[in-house]
T-cell receptor, first 116, second 111 residues
């Protein structure tokens, strides 16, 4: 199956700093990637849809100036958490759509962000 | 808000027994998918069932879909300790082109 990677897998940062998370489709091109956030023992919440070459579409309640998304190529999308605070600590997961009509998404392994 | 609701929220059974998890959703869907997530890890895609399908099998997994009731079930037969994980249903919404996840069921298989 298609492989999606994320980097880093874990990051610990001080409050007020910015953190960039990368999501890559390794063996396929993804015109659309998705970013999710998952708090402990909760489900995945879609944050935004990242479209190659255009602005991301954010879900209601997600601050676009705080969670910057860039999808500059068909294999890479980045999520930058700006001025991170402890409440931003979470598990961030990306996924990429495999084109071809199955609407099946392939998920990255996730990035654990801890803000001190 | 979440599209799907899953029940039960937690399920604990003995190894070898069957586990059934249910998922309900609210709006029209293109397909429904089930995923597994081990603690602190990424998602593993288990099975996809299209809106025009009623039942699908994959190994020890059996998924049903009832679009009239807007519900789906995942059955794991002959459970194993390695099946311990959280299971999520996710609906692919018509027109919206996005997956929306249910709350999940935490399944524990006791040896």
């Amino acid at each position: 199956g298609a492989v999606v990677s994320q980097h880093p897998s874990r990051v610990i940062c001080k409050s007020g700093t910015s953190v960039k998370i990368e999501c890559r489709s390794l063996d396929f091109q993804a015109t659309t990637m998705f970013w999710y956030r998952q708090f402990p023992k909760q489900s995945l919440m879609l944050m935004a849809t990242s479209n190659e070459g255009s602005k991301a579409t954010y879900e209601q309640g997600v601050e676009k100036d705080k969670f910057l998304i860039n999808h500059a190529s068909l294999t890479l999308s980045t999520l930058t958490v700006t001025s991170a605070h402890p409440e931003d600590s979470s598990f961030y997961i990306c996924s990429a759509n495999l084109a071809g009509g199955r609407n099946e998404q392939f998920f990255g392994p996730g990035t654990r962000l801890t803000v001190l | 808000s979440q599209q799907g609701e899953e029940d039960p929220q937690a399920l604990s059974i003995q190894e070898g027994e069957n586990a059934t998890m249910n998922c309900s959703y609210k709006t029209s869907i293109n397909n429904l998918q089930w995923y597994r997530q081990n603690s602190g890890r990424g998602l593993v895609h288990l099975i996809l069932i299209r809106s025009n399908e009623r039942e699908k099998h994959s190994g020890r997994l059996r998924v049903t879909l009832d679009t009239s009731k807007k519900s789906s079930s995942l059955l794991i037969t002959a459970s194993r300790a390695a099946d311990t994980a959280s299971y999520f249903c996710a609906t692919f919404l018509q027109g919206a082109q996005k997956l929306v996840f249910g709350q999940g069921t935490r399944l524990t298989i006791n040896p």
